[in-house]
């Protein structure tokens, strides 16, 4: 538990404080920080009273003990987190960023295509599967490693950032060297030693919110990320598991001011996998920039119905452009930009 | 509907099915394939009773085809319902619709103020409660009959439409008497005999989505108040309940599209029930009309500290003037205008 | 918020508690009880803090303001309830009760068979449907009032107690002339008109547990009955909504010794709609037992391929009376009895 | 595979159907019905990507009718699969399995003494974590590779077979070393990467449910570990997440005999993740045998005060003693035994 004091707390304040705790039967650290100071609560079983500190002088708030999560949280941090990509691409800040392309790398020509429209159109990182988690061992499971060569070859060609997902600790080094981002998805939110691995990558990490994982949980993944020092964390809500089977998931737009209350980190919105139904994803995209997310990842895919996976949740590049106008207006309506385009790039 | 066989199911379990289809008399289709065989069902005009079916000898599994609601579908009337209150407003046309006020009528002073500064900021229909559905016996139940007389002055003098709640079929039949819209609220979406009742009073009716409802029996209780005559029916996504504790409700948002995807009826959205979050109102508000919602339905107090009911997820007035101006933008963004702030009424 | 003291608390330390919450800012009421001293606090807005009371010499427990619920409670009152049935039946003592029958009364000789055969069996109350809520308004919604007659001849006949549901206010009067007990089904649950209606008839009330509801939703809907004067109230649990498609609902077993803890009323398991598919009632139905469930309501059919309603998940009479010898084995492993078989009706 | 059309699909819509369903190698067999056309697709061997159909003109929706899991599946063998364990405990069987032990190794005297007194009880597999996987980068992990070590030691000393969860690929092929049992847990249920290793250990893998996964993802889980040759799975419920807070998990119990009717694999029940309360840990485990579970796992610590995690879910020995005796009973009663107990270990 954290006493956090309000930053023109007196030195008679945070004693008050210390006494109260030690009265508790508990020791009481504090922990003087630039702006204001914290008193930590040692030997804490989690049965402390917060209600008897809350109401102390000087103080502001008490962070219990189900709360777990601390480099994440806005109490540790105030400012928003701004992850700037190799592009120039900035995560975090008053732009909201576009993120598209298809759900997997699939050819040569089909990544660079897809690359060349979506820059034009206006998004400035590339997604693309090359390592693909699937539900079922008989699907088709990505072009590996062949596939990050060809992410590279597009973002060379295009300008684009890269955002990749990696699936194992292994295959997150080799996702390392060639991606901008490395994506974690949301079957393994919880995967510790990938998330440790990723700390320690020094590249921006996507991080997906687990299938059922509450804001809580989430937010304690991305702990494990900052924990071994790597602070370049974006969120990403892809929609939860609920009980109504007209779509894939129920995405759960209201986290996003949830978890800008609760952390500095940025987040983002995954309206393709959260309803899983390309006609939904046009307005659900709309709505993740209403409701303040830092920008969206979206599927889109030059021949949906021939995509090799997920194709009934992917965008014609039509309907893409269609949804850059809109947004473009919405975010105006909140004080925001879309991202500028990208200049051309050179060619040889 | 289709009756899908066990990979091992005999000659004569099929037979037997087939006999049992022509028995509730429908024509019976089996369709051998690879590993089993399915039997398709024809001339199912959405009655057939399916649980018959279920529990005979090799029968894997029988899936539904036909969607049970009729009246609501978009395949029974394509053209948008729209559905006109008393004042003009109307809801499911290209306008977006503002419906706001306090949770509860609190007394006169209170309703009447709150119904001018809401018809001033561009609100076109007030709510309040007078009847209130309160999860504990001890709790505030609302006003009641003088709630009603209350809400009837507040639209003489401010013009505003009222929609406000029925808890029961003979509350209704009073609701219906002072009321312009009759609100179902989450908790009796299945009480049928309400919904019935609800049916045969001539009144529009905003019916709010259970608490856990799936899309399809949201639109089957619909179905049920279309069943008795009535078709102005305005359907209400509030948010369903979920595992995360940061919120009160998960608002599912992706029931707008799929909503107006399946049936003709306007659907309109609740933040403040959705959040339960005075902090998250605003921009699930703004999510809403960017997701394509045909309104909103707002709670604002004049102050929230102080309401009897709802008071943490009420808007202060002047956060619901922020909020006006934002969704002006987002709507326009779509092809879309807020309704037009009503007439100033002529002072006696 | 109530603070409970030890049953040997002295005069000094119910004093001690008055003072202490005089000194948090409210007023302290002590309630002496007959076993027990309890301590009111007036004027509490929901942030006392608790754990300041809960130290104290000779406090029990203090019971905190969101579980709003009060007559329900074991705090309330330590013994279990036992509600007696006409037909000398007793939910909640040592005693598992089966309940058993179809799911809807369809005709004469339906329900005179098949309550001969639940009595010979060793059910002691007969269920059966007269009014049945349908999720589409084109199902077959039961006989009415002629299903209660037609009930009211197999009691008897067979000497079974009824139990059937009542779906509104002026219903439940009708169901209460009838039947032994008016069942509240799960859509009803917070119907508050027709509970608070429950709670003047007299009649022991059969109330289910609502498709979302938390277990304390469950007990403030049985507050609303008690609250009226009328104690005799057995709860069920019959499954909540979730994400599997494979069953119906999720039957939620632990709630039996949650709400065990929680309450001094009997709480039963609905297997049939808990799992809604007849291979898994069997299953489910001893293990509600096994549990620690007070009873089970099981439907059983004479000929369930050819059931009205609900026929997938009826039991054929021989698999019902396989389920009662091995319940009657379950029981005992954990020191109670099947309640025993009601002596043969004389035959005028 | 059923591809249902709108009811205003064209003909050219449908034959563009029929001839994407035979560009895939399958052929198409149109259904004509009452109010719409279906078109069955002949020969599917699970593998058809439904994306490719969902998204084209016409069509209203895709309905799997294969399921995509196949050696898991009874249909692919009816007979149940018994995993034998190196000391002799066989799961699967007609045997009830008990497993027990704290959740964590936290020193060689508890683990000692734990396993002892296991043992004399009649459990024959000891449960134990070395390595844990925690919400919180800052909770205790586990004694690591030490942990192993002591629980081999364990082993030598009482002849239970010991079962600890494995993280990741590397650190299962350590933990293949010295366990009886491979777990892989519930966050990394579909963790492909693990469940890959998993099938090439050649150990038994008891693969939990994930916290949200359905029926069939824990098969298809299951189907990764069979599909790289090792049958050795024991499949494990432990809860599924869900709105109450009463519990830390709702144990869907109902998923035990689904389970036994869709795969031919062993399932075990963990009553303590699946409650997390002490109290309610002996009525699942109860329930679980009753409901047809070939096994449970259960949490027991000789000190739960002092437990490093998870000590509030755990059992006191004199618990668990209790709990054995009934579930003596309780297998009888449905024709099963509890698992013999062990020899006694020959003392040098």
Redesign the interface.
């Known amino acids: 538990m954290l006493v956090v004091m309000k930053h023109n707390a007196t030195d008679q304040d945070i004693k008050r404080v210390v006494d109260v705790v030690g009265d508790m039967g508990y020791e009481a650290r504090p922990i003087p920080g630039g702006q204001r100071t914290a008193v930590g609560i040692l030997g804490n079983d989690g049965r402390v009273?917060s209600?008897?500190l809350e109401g102390m002088e000087g103080v502001l708030e008490v962070i219990p003990v189900t709360h777990?999560?601390?480099q994440v949280s806005r109490e540790w941090r105030e400012e928003n987190t701004v992850v700037a990509l190799a592009n120039g691409t900035k995560v975090g800040g008053s732009d909201v960023v576009v993120m598209a392309g298809p759900c997997a790398v699939e050819n040569e020509s089909q990544i660079m295509d897809i690359a060349h429209q979506m820059r034009d159109l206006g998004a400035t990182v590339l997604r693309g599967g090359a390592f693909k988690?699937?539900?079922?061992?008989?699907?088709?499971q990505g072009l590996g490693l062949r596939g990050l060569e060809l992410l590279a070859k597009a973002r060379e060609a295009s300008g684009l950032a890269i955002v990749t997902e990696a699936?194992?600790?292994e295959?997150a080094e080799a996702v390392a060297d060639f991606a901008d981002v490395v994506q974690i998805g949301a079957?393994?939110m919880?995967?510790?030693?990938?998330l440790r691995r990723a700390g320690r990558l020094g590249k921006p990490v996507l991080l997906k919110r687990?299938?059922?994982a509450?804001?809580?949980?989430l937010l304690?993944a991305a702990?494990?990320i900052l924990?071994e020092g790597n602070e370049k964390v974006i969120l990403c809500e892809r929609g939860?598991?609920?009980?109504?089977?007209?779509?894939r998931n129920?995405?759960?737009?209201?986290?996003?001011?949830?978890v800008k209350?609760l952390s500095h980190l940025p987040i983002i919105a995954d309206p393709s996998h959260?309803?899983g139904?390309?006609?939904?994803v046009t307005?659900?995209a709309?709505?993740?920039?209403?409701?303040?997310a830092d920008g969206i990842i979206v599927e889109v895919h030059p021949d949906?119905?021939?995509?090799?996976?997920?194709?009934?949740?992917?965008l014609y590049p039509e309907q893409f452009a269609e949804l850059m106008e809109?947004?473009r207006?919405?975010a105006?309506?909140?004080g925001r930009e879309v991202a500028a385009p990208l200049p051309a790039v050179a060619q040889g």
């Open positions: 009273d209600a008897r777990p999560y601390k988690p699937r539900t079922s061992p008989y699907s088709f699936l194992d600790p295959g079957r393994n919880q995967n510790y030693a990938l687990g299938m059922s509450t804001i809580d949980e304690l702990e494990y924990a939860v598991r609920s009980f109504d089977t007209h779509t129920l995405l759960d737009l209201t986290a996003i001011p949830v209350a959260g309803t139904l390309r006609a939904k307005p659900m709309r709505a993740a920039v209403a409701a303040g949906p119905a021939r995509a090799l996976s997920d194709g009934a949740q992917s809109q947004i207006v919405i105006r309506a909140i």
